[in-house]
Nanobody, 125 residues
Framework: QVTLVESGGGLVQAGGSLRLSCAAS????????MGWFRQAPGKEREFVAG????????DYADSVKGRFTISRDNAKNTVWLQMNSLKPEDTAVYYC??????????????????WGQGTQVTVSS
């Protein structure tokens, strides 16, 4: 069992930055990959970024490459998503997720076993 709790969402103007955090508890954090997804109203939940168990491998959706950075600290059981140069189209509920079956990040939402409750990010124009 893994419990994930996101924080750090909020309202920001276009061009601004936010840093999301995801605190994990339960199974050994350092043994599994983590991902961030987002879901805007009326849209499917989509992959944003993923990170391997060690942090040595990362993957990003094309829409956020160069603007978002995923990182983790296994000693703190935490993964972060640094979001810079935010755009109105980044508005969504952001979820962190844990994939216990692999140590490398997957882009597929159905590969992930546990999800947080989500945190709202709203970018105003």
């Amino acid at each position: 069992q893994v419990t994930l709790v996101e924080s750090g969402g909020g309202l920001v103007q276009a061009g601004g930055s936010l840093r999301l955090s995801c605190a994990a508890s339960g199974r050994t954090f350092s043994r599994y990959a983590m991902g961030w997804f987002r879901q805007a109203p009326g849209k499917e939940r989509e992959f944003v970024a993923g990170i391997s168990w060690s942090g040595g491998s990362t993957d990003y959706a094309d829409s956020v490459k160069g603007r978002f950075t995923i990182s983790r600290d296994n000693a703190k059981n935490t993964v972060w998503l640094q979001m810079n140069s935010l755009k109105p189209e980044d508005t969504a509920v952001y979820y962190c997720a844990a994939d216990l079956t692999t140590t490398t990040p997957s882009t597929g939402r159905y590969e992930y076993d546990y999800w947080g409750q989500g945190t709202q990010v709203t970018v105003s124009s």
